[in-house]
């Protein structure tokens, strides 16, 4: 109800609707409902869904895992969540731009969805599921998505520490990492990055120079260099949890930083300033060492 407009029936207005479904959305990618005041089916007529289902969709850019993990996948378990509606068996669905199955975005939903939902799927092809013209929900979530990275939003990731732990911690679990078994003895971890799906590639330029730095200055202490994309996403939680300190490049690539044990610690580099890796728009320019700072 609205003073002015009275009772709104129809969240659709001027060609956007009234909740985003990924943080990033414009007022064209948004979603509203449209109210139709008509008596409910009867169960007999028509199938009702029980379990919650959440609307989402991803921001339809490159692969880079921060966010898809952070954003577009947790968003949806931080609505059921906030909203007291989480559900164990909750059907994730996605609204337009379904990855297909060789596609980074769609494997990631597979490493993570399954941790704390039953399944995830196209709106379309879920729907065709079911014989009936109309189908009805018990229980349908949309919204909530907030950018995680973002400096000036940090203040909205205030608050959302446990459920953030939560989250986490059911990924490594549903990886079969026993989060009870800390490591007992340091163990150095140095992430040499060689694979990027952009323009730019944020390595540790002197990688070799700062591996000999750090095997000379602790030579008792285990050093490890070690290149995630020879790893499965299962194997990548393992090698986390049994890291103490991780010297990583920034980026994508640090987003698995929540993944580490309770007490370790973590490295983000600076990168090379390539002419690939440099835009006018940007405060450092060709040959520096810049920075990555991210409010999550």
């Given amino acids: 109800f609205e003073p002015k407009l ?16 990924f943080a990033r959305a414009s007022p064209l990618q948004s979603w509203g409902p449209t109210i139709v005041e008509e008596w409910l089916p ?18 339809y850019i490159k692969f880079n895992p921060g966010h898809t993990i952070w954003e577009d996948i947790a968003s949806t378990y931080f ?20 990855r297909k199955k060789e ?17 995830v799927d196209s709106l379309d092809n879920y729907m065709n599921n079911f014989s009936s013209p109309l189908v009805c929900f018990r229980t349908i979530v949309a919204g909530g998505a907030t950018t995680m990275f973002s400096i000036s939003n940090e203040a ?7 459920i953030l ?23 150095i971890v140095l992430v040499n990055k060689t694979h990027t799906t952009h323009r730019s590639l944020r390595v540790i330029k002197n990688l070799v120079e700062v591996k000999h ?13 070690i290149d995630w994309n020879k790893y499965t996403f299962t194997q ?43 835009r006018e728009s940007d405060r450092y320019r060709v040959g520096e060492s810049a920075s990555m700072d991210g409010g999550f």
Avoid at 156 to 162: I, L, P, Q, W
Avoid at 174 to 184: R, T
Wanted: with cysteine.
């Fill in 213 to 225: 730095f750090i095997y000379s200055t602790y030579p008792k202490i285990q050093l490890d260099v």
């Fill in 103 to 119: 596609d980074e975005v769609y494997q990631m939903f597979q490493n993570i969805i399954p941790a704390f939902a039953a399944k």
């Fill in 165 to 187: 732990y939560d989250y986490r911690t059911a990924i490594l679990r549903y990886h079969g990492v026993n989060v009870s078994h800390l490591p007992s003895r340091h163990r």
């Fill in 42 to 59: 009867s169960a007999d007529k028509v199938l009702y869904l029980e379990h919650v289902h959440v609307l989402f969709t991803h921001w």
């Fill in 79 to 98: 609505a059921m969540v906030r909203l007291n509606e989480y559900d164990r068996n909750a059907v994730l669905i996605e609204y337009r731009h379904f």
């Fill in 236 to 278: 990548e939680m393992h090698e986390l949890y049994k890291t103490t300190i991780l010297i990583t490049p920034c980026g994508g690539i640090s987003t698995i930083i929540p993944f580490l044990p309770k007490g370790a610690h973590a490295i983000v580099m600076d990168f090379y300033v390539s002419k690939e890796a440099y």
């Fill in 6 to 21: 009275g009772h709104i029936y129809d969240f659709n207005v001027n060609n956007h609707g009234f909740v985003g479904l």
């Fill in 156 to 162: 909205y990731t205030n608050g959302k520490e446990r």
